[in-house]
C-alpha cells in the first residue's frame, strides 16, 4: 500500500452516523488513510432526526469518532464541525471550543492561497428544513426509504455481476424540479459568499459532489458518505480536489482540479 497522502485541508459532509444508510467503515478507512492539517466536518455528520425517530448507533459510528481523535493526536489535526439540519441539536451548544484542535461553529472562513472560501452546510438557504420542518422530516423518511429499496436492489446487482446503480441519484438527474432546486442552490450560495466577500462557496447538504466556476466566483460541494462517498481535499499549493473512496483506497480516484489559487 503507497504511503498516506497528507493534504492542508480535507472537507467531508453528510455522513448520517445512527442511520443504516451511513458508510461509516467507509469514512473511518478513508480519515486513517488520508491525513491533513485541517479537517472540516461540513455538517450532517450525526443524523439527530433519524437517531429521534429510532436510529441506532453502532460500534463503525464511534470507530469515526476515535479515527479523528487519533488524527487530532498523531498529526495535529484541526477539527472544525459546522452544524447541519440534522444534527441541529448542535444550536444548544455552539459556538464551542473543546481544547486547542476542536470547534464547534455555525460557519466558517477558510483562507486558501490567495483566496478565501466561506464554507457552510448549505440548509441556511433551503425554506423546506428552515421554514417547514415537519414537511423536511417527511421528504427524510421518503429518502431512507429509497435507500432500502436501493440496498437490495444493488444486492441483486451484485449477485448478476453488475455495478452499483444510484435510484436516488438517479431520480435527482431526471426530475426537473430536483435539477431545478439544485442550480438554484449553487448560484443562492455563490452570491452568499460574493455578500461575505469571499471568492467562492463549500458546502454540501444536497449529496452532489462538485467543483464548478459562476463567473468569478467558485462553488464546491463535498458530496456525501451515503452514496457519493466523496470529500473535498486540499494540497499545500492551494489546489482542490473531490476524492472518492474506492475500497482498495491506493485506487481512489480524483478528479482534476478547476481552479488552482
Known amino acids: 500500500m503507497k504511503q498516506n497522502t497528507h493534504f492542508r485541508t480535507i472537507v467531508i459532509s453528510d455522513v448520517h452516523l445512527g442511520t443504516s444508510g451511513s458508510k461509516a467503515k467507509e469514512v473511518t478507512d478513508f480519515l486513517k488513510y488520508y491525513s491533513c492539517q485541517k479537517l472540516i466536518l461540513n455538517g450532517d455528520i450525526i443524523d439527530g432526526w433519524q437517531l429521534r425517530r429510532g436510529g441506532e448507533w453502532k460500534k463503525k459510528h464511534t470507530a469515526f469518532w476515535r479515527a479523528i481523535l487519533k488524527a487530532m493526536d498523531r498529526h495535529d489535526t484541526r477539527v472544525i464541525y459546522l452544524r447541519g439540519n440534522h444534527d441541529d441539536f448542535l444550536d444548544q451548544i455552539m459556538p464551542l471550543r473543546l481544547g486547542k484542535f476542536f470547534s464547534i461553529r455555525k460557519d466558517y472562513v477558510l483562507n486558501s492561497g490567495e483566496k478565501r472560501f466561506y464554507i457552510t452546510h448549505g440548509d441556511v438557504f433551503d425554506t423546506i428544513t428552515t421554514q417547514m420542518k415537519w414537511l423536511a422530516y417527511l421528504g427524510d423518511i421518503g429518502y431512507t426509504f429509497l435507500l432500502w429499496v436501493n440496498k437490495f436492489y444493488n444486492n441483486y446487482r451484485a449477485w448478476r455481476g ?28 455563490t452570491e452568499l459568499a460574493k455578500a461575505r466577500n469571499c471568492d467562492g462557496v463549500i458546502c454540501g447538504h444536497i449529496h452532489q459532489p462538485a467543483i464548478r466556476q459562476f463567473d468569478d466566483l467558485i462553488y464546491m460541494n463535498s458530496g456525501d458518505w451515503v452514496e457519493s462517498l466523496s470529500a473535498l481535499v486540499e494540497d499545500h499549493d492551494g489546489n482542490w480536489n473531490l476524492l472518492y473512496y474506492s475500497s482498495e483506497l491506493e485506487k481512489a480516484e480524483s478528479q482534476p482540479a478547476l481552479y488552482q489559487a
Open 162 to 189: 453488475l455495478s452499483y446503480y444510484s435510484l436516488s441519484q438517479k431520480i435527482k438527474s431526471r426530475v426537473k424540479q430536483a435539477v431545478s432546486y439544485i442550480s438554484d442552490f449553487e448560484e443562492k450560495l
